[in-house]
């Protein structure tokens, strides 16, 4: 499955580093840690500088920030999925078979007919022409 990725404007992920950075400085500096808090506001005023300036020197940063990103789906996602399956819907397909319910109508019944009647009686048969 191929799919368009677009890459931000250079402008958007200097201002959005920028804030991180100095949420980053605010909290170090409420804090009492003088030296985190320094380094913080040294890269909260370069990336602004840069973003401001010169934009294009982010390129490179923010490639490697997508594909960073790209990456951590991969990781996170199936890890994710998996913990919603068995977490949520095993129990509640193993609950359900344990009271005998059969939604999709799975078990095998003998029947002469396995024909199902409508009501209403569906589409016109006519409709179905020329699908493709």
């Known amino acids: 499955m191929s799919q368009d990725i677009t890459l931000p404007s250079n402008k958007s992920f200097g201002f ?7 949420i980053g400085f605010g909290y170090f500096f409420l ?3 003088v030296l985190l808090s ?7 005023v370069t990336t602004f500088g840069v973003t401001l300036v010169a934009p294009q020197r982010l390129l490179f940063f923010n490639r ?8 951590l789906g991969k ?3 199936p890890i994710v999925l998996g913990i919603i399956f068995f ?16 939604e999709l109508q799975l078990k095998n019944q ?11 009686a569906g589409p016109d048969p ?3 022409r020329n699908q493709f």
């Open 31 to 33: 804090h009492g840690t």
């Open 64 to 71: 490697l920030w997508l594909r960073f990103g790209l990456l």
């Open 75 to 77: 990781i996170v996602s």
């Open 16 to 22: 959005f580093f920028s804030a991180i950075f100095a």
């Open 87 to 102: 977490l949520f819907l095993s129990p509640i397909a193993i609950l359900m078979r344990l009271v005998g319910r059969d």
């Open 110 to 120: 003998k029947k002469a007919s396995y024909w199902k009647e409508r009501t209403p």
């Open 38 to 44: 320094g380094l913080f506001a040294v890269l909260t």
């Open 126 to 128: 006519e409709s179905f």
